[in-house]
C-alpha cells in the first residue's frame, strides 16, 4: 500500500478511536446495544486488514464475531438485546 494511503487510513481509524473511546458516544451506542471495546476490536480488524496484516485480521475480527454470536444467543435465550 501506498505510504500516503496507509497514513490516511490510520488517520481516519485514529480518529474513529477517539470517537469511540468518547463516554456520550460511547452511552448513546450502549442504547442501541453496542459494545464499544467489540466495536474497537472490529476496527482493529479492518485497519490490520487494509494494511495487509491479515492474519491479525483474523483474529481481531473472528474474536469479536464470536463474541458478538455468543452475546447474541445469550440475549435471545432471554429474551434481552445483546450488547
Same mark, same amino acid.
Given at each position: 500500500?501506498? !505510504?500516503?494511503? &496507509? @497514513?490516511?487510513?490510520? $488517520? /481516519?481509524?485514529?480518529?474513529?478511536? $477517539?470517537? /469511540? %473511546? !468518547?463516554?456520550? @458516544?460511547?452511552?448513546?451506542?450502549? $442504547?442501541?446495544?453496542? !459494545?464499544?471495546?467489540?466495536?474497537? +476490536?472490529? *476496527? ?5 486488514? /487494509?494494511?495487509?496484516? %491479515? *492474519?491479525?485480521? @483474523?483474529?481481531?475480527?473472528? +474474536?469479536? +464475531? ?6 447474541? &444467543?445469550? =440475549? ?6 445483546? =450488547?
Amino acid at each position: 500500500m501506498a !505510504n500516503r494511503a &496507509a @497514513v490516511e487510513i490510520d $488517520q /481516519l481509524f485514529d480518529e474513529l478511536d $477517539q470517537l /469511540l %473511546k !468518547n463516554p456520550d @458516544v460511547g452511552a448513546e451506542l450502549a $442504547q442501541g446495544g453496542v !459494545n464499544v471495546s467489540l466495536a474497537m +476490536t472490529l *476496527a482493529d480488524g479492518v485497519r490490520a486488514y /487494509l494494511h495487509g496484516d %491479515k *492474519a491479525r485480521a @483474523v483474529a481481531d475480527l473472528g +474474536t469479536a +464475531t464470536e463474541e458478538i454470536a455468543a452475546r447474541m &444467543a445469550r =440475549s435471545s435465550s432471554r429474551g434481552g438485546p445483546a =450488547s
